[in-house]
């Protein structure tokens, strides 16, 4: 069958070409009305535009003398010329051979005219075609008709008549014209009519009995495929009934049975079945919880959100060429195999082509079990430089989230550098306190505001550091990468939560940090030569997981958590002194009794918790141990 046409067939539909409108000559004041021949010969036309009407007998008087002036014309030029009588609609004229007018009969033409169907389909009905068979009627208007091809759809007898449907304006228009040009067996002229109609759909018992039949030859046992491209097409139905999957009805009696005997299909083509809406197809995923490839090349999906109701089916393999909305991608193909991918992630081949394998992150656990995360990672499993880095960030956290943040000036390098960046969604105004200070390249362009953002040396830093919210610390939420040890330097990344307190709305915010420190050594202990600070909004996980009192990290010697420290770098008094008072408000104990604790596990802030949780559940601290002295 020959591609069918998008265009809409327009031509003959105008009456062009009629000499007897009236209003042609209404406009027109040049004849004479006297019986002395033509006087306009030698007078200047004079057109009047006012509409002029006259009575059938008085037109048909002005119009014939001019004829009979064209006959005369040309006999004086050739004397074998011949007059001609043309008779068109109850009038009759003479007519020269030269004669303008057209020789072709116009009412023929416009009786063949079919009026142009919205659905493009036509009813054929052959007069009196009882008496003839199908064979005889549908052979003889395939060789008339040729070389154009039809499928005739539902060919049955009604009263005297035959009756079928065909597709195409153009076909139909083909068919028409066969009218009285086909001879029967008994002599007759074969009489057709072709108006606008649709085939009905019934869908009975002896139509499912049919659609079983035809499905039966269409699966593939092999590929556990069924093929329903062009059903409607099909050879098994066409001749008795129209099975277009276009239609809701239609499609779900056929999903439905195929769901009956083929509940583990894995493969479905429905190509070429002029199909626009999906939204029946949502029960595929349903229906058929094996199916892997589907084909629906050829339909009239228009656009890509259409195929939202087969997101559901985890296909690796789809075929959508042919359909309007692949036309908005000729130029973008990277864009289509990204639009699509985002719909169906495990396809492994689109429109024939092989796609690359996808990126997915929902892994089976019987074929790849992940590692176990751990909240600590030491390059070479260096057992020292994992001492030194706890116990400098312990201190260091423990100064941090103190009401004075000046002993930091101990712990950073002379020439140090700090900067900050912040990604935070929600726009609000006690968040501006870090947008000030973002430092984010991808947004600061301005290298002077660059430089100006880098605090650099140790008062600027610890200065910058001094002016934000104070903290408290989550240590249970903490990780720490220790990726670079060498002897001059250890590059040390911490992540964690931390709640501000004392915030101008008087409410604890609760933040997520990543902070990458570069720790050098410096006379007995180490101080931090560069440091970046990272600070974003936590996840709900997060949120969920967070202690309004911090937990301190239980001492285990496992490589997952924090070792137990040792007092490898000297403490400061003024460190000490900080150390005392944060135990003595965790814990409610008084100054004496939390330096002593401090001095028994030497300054050992961790286990100097762990060391108190243990004694108070035995009783062992003497009532004293809480008394406030004033």
């Given amino acids: ?9 327009w031509g003959g539909l105008g009456r062009a070409g009629n000499a007897e409108e009236k209003h042609y000559f209404g406009h027109d004041d040049r004849m004479g009305r006297s019986n002395d021949g033509p006087k306009y010969m030698n007078n200047k036309p004079r057109v009047s535009f006012k509409k002029q009407t006259y009575k059938s007998g008085r037109m048909r008087n002005l119009i014939k003398p001019h004829f009979d002036d064209d006959v005369l014309m040309s006999a004086s030029s050739n004397n074998n010329s011949r007059q001609v009588i043309n008779r068109g609609r109850g009038k009759s004229f003479i007519r020269g051979r030269n004669s303008p007018l057209p020789h072709n009969d116009m009412r023929d033409s416009r009786s063949r005219q079919i009026p142009i169907s919205l659905s493009n389909w036509y009813k054929v009905i052959i007069l009196h075609g009882k008496n003839y068979t199908k064979e005889f009627v549908l052979g003889s208007l395939l060789s008339y008709t040729a070389p154009f091809s039809f499928i005739p759809i539902m ?3 009604v009263g005297t008549d035959a009756i079928f449907y065909v597709e195409d304006h153009r076909i139909a228009t083909k068919i028409v014209d066969c009218d009285k040009r086909i001879t029967t067996s008994d002599g007759f002229k074969m009489q057709i009519r072709v108006r606008p109609g649709v085939p009905p759909i019934q869908i009975s018992d002896a139509l499912k009995e049919r659609l079983k039949q035809a499905m039966g030859k269409r699966y593939v046992q092999e590929t556990n495929a069924l093929d329903l491209s062009k059903f409607y097409h099909d050879p098994e139905l066409a001749g008795d009934y129209w099975c277009p999957l276009a239609r809701p009805n239609m499609l779900m009696a056929v999903l439905d049975i195929v769901q009956e005997h083929i509940p583990n299909l894995e493969a479905l083509n429905l190509d070429s079945n002029k199909m626009c809406h999906l939204d029946k197809l949502s029960s595929l995923a349903n229906k058929f919880e094996k199916l892997k490839i589907l084909h629906i090349g050829d339909n009239k999906i228009k656009e890509i959100n259409h195929l939202n109701v087969l997101k559901n089916l985890q296909l690796e393999e789809l075929r959508l060429e042919g359909n309007p909305m692949c036309n908005k991608y000729k130029n973008r193909q990277d864009d289509y195999v990204s ?11 689109l429109d024939g082509i092989d796609l690359p394998p996808p990126i997915v992150f929902d892994v089976e ?12 990672f030491i390059v070479q499993s260096n057992a020292k430089a994992q001492e030194v880095a706890s116990q400098f960030l312990q201190q260091y956290f423990l100064v941090f989230d103190s009401e004075n943040r000046q002993p930091l000036l101990d712990a950073y390098h ?10 935070i ?5 006690r968040f501006s306190q870090y947008f000030i200070e973002n430092r984010n390249l991808y947004r600061i362009i301005d290298s002077n505001r660059r430089r100006k953002l880098l605090k650099q040396g140790r008062l600027p830093v610890v200065s910058f550091i001094s002016e934000m919210p104070r903290t408290k ?10 990726s670079l040890v060498t002897d001059r330097m250890m590059l040390i990344t911490v992540t964690g939560l931390f709640k501000e307190l004392h915030s101008k709305d ?9 902070r990458t420190f570069i720790i050098v050594p410096e006379g007995v202990g180490f101080c931090i030569s560069n440091e970046q600070l990272h600070i974003s909004n936590p996840t709900m996980n997060q949120e969920k997981q967070f202690s309004s009192i911090p937990l301190i990290i239980q001492p285990t010697a496992g490589p997952s958590t924090p070792s137990t420290l040792v007092n490898s770098v000297p403490l400061t008094e003024e460190v000490k002194q900080q150390m005392t008072m944060t135990l003595s408000q965790q814990t409610n104990m008084n100054i004496e009794w939390s330096l002593k604790c401090l001095e028994e596990v030497q300054w050992n802030f961790e286990n100097a918790r762990v060391a108190f949780q243990e004694a108070f559940s035995l009783g062992k601290i003497p009532p004293t141990a809480f008394t406030k002295q004033v």
């Fill in 1 to 9: 069958m020959p591609k069918k046409s998008n265009k809409t067939f």
């Fill in 155 to 157: 060919y049955q007898i």
């Fill in 339 to 349: 639009d699509i991918r985002k719909k169906f992630p495990k396809l492994l081949k």
């Fill in 365 to 376: 656990e019987h074929k790849l079990k992940l590692p176990s995360t751990q909240r600590m």
């Fill in 414 to 423: 002379e020439h140090a550098c700090l900067s900050m960046t912040v990604t």
């Fill in 425 to 429: 969604t929600q726009s609000s105004s």
């Fill in 473 to 482: 610390h989550d240590l249970t939420s903490f990780t720490m990468d220790l």
């Fill in 506 to 514: 008087n409410k604890e915010h609760l933040r997520y940090f990543n």
